[in-house]
């Protein structure tokens, strides 16, 4: 058995920095358990979704653990685009966001892994949703980063920061936004969320 915890974002710390205004960033190729889906955050499917990708990550983690390559579950991540993968996507009706939910996962995680986990919890009798979840690999390269503190709905005034911060670098959005996420929404008032906005540039 092994002594020590994996910790990705200890281990990786220069990736999840929280400034108070932009900074860049270079982020490398990670691997995530996904799941996507299409509509408001509030909705029943994003709910649906979300539980089966916390259920399929946990799973995972425990028969790893037992296996004798324990890791902490990494915080929950979401990308989000619009109908032409805009990074405006903010600006459109909320039932048509797109969205991707990830959990950063060890490389050591292989597909198998995650076939097991859902065939057991499967015979369980767990939702259908954890069919869903995929296993990917996400490269962004170059990134500008900002950490955002305060409701979700105000994310587009630090958005807007980061744009012009990328403008002044000669360097223009690309891909999809990109959302990190330090508060549970839960426990936490909106006007203390924490959560850090990345968005890949070239």
């Known amino acids: ?23 860049l960033v270079e982020t ?8 996507t889906g299409r509509g408001e955050p509030a909705s029943e499917a994003f709910s649906a979704k979300l539980g089966a990708l916390y259920t399929v990550t946990f799973t995972i983690k425990m028969a790893k653990k037992f296996a004798g390559q324990d890791y902490a ?9 619009g109908t032409k993968k ?11 966001w797109n969205w ?35 296993l990917e690999t996400i490269d962004e390269g170059l990134c500008v980063q900002m950490l955002h503190v305060g409701p979700y709905d105000k994310e587009s005034e630090t958005i807007a920061m980061m744009k012009a911060f990328a403008k002044q670098q000669r360097l223009s959005f690309h891909g999809l936004h990109h959302e990190i996420y330090l508060s549970d929404p839960r426990r936490v008032v909106p006007e203390r969320l924490r959560a850090i906005l990345r968005h890949p540039v070239r």
């Open 100 to 134: 991707k939910l990830i959990i950063r996962t060890p490389d050591f995680i292989t597909q198998d892994d995650l076939s097991v986990a859902v065939s057991q919890l499967l015979k369980k009798g767990k939702s259908a949703e954890v069919r869903e979840v995929k």
């Open 86 to 96: 805009k990074s405006d996507f903010f600006q459109e009706p909320k039932n048509a």
């Open 28 to 35: 490398k190729p990670a691997q995530y358990l996904t799941v």
């Open 73 to 81: 579950v990494c915080k929950l991540e979401g990308l989000w685009w």
């Open 1 to 23: 058995m092994t002594s020590t915890k994996l910790a990705l974002y200890k281990l990786h710390q220069n990736e999840y920095i929280t400034p108070k205004t932009p900074k």
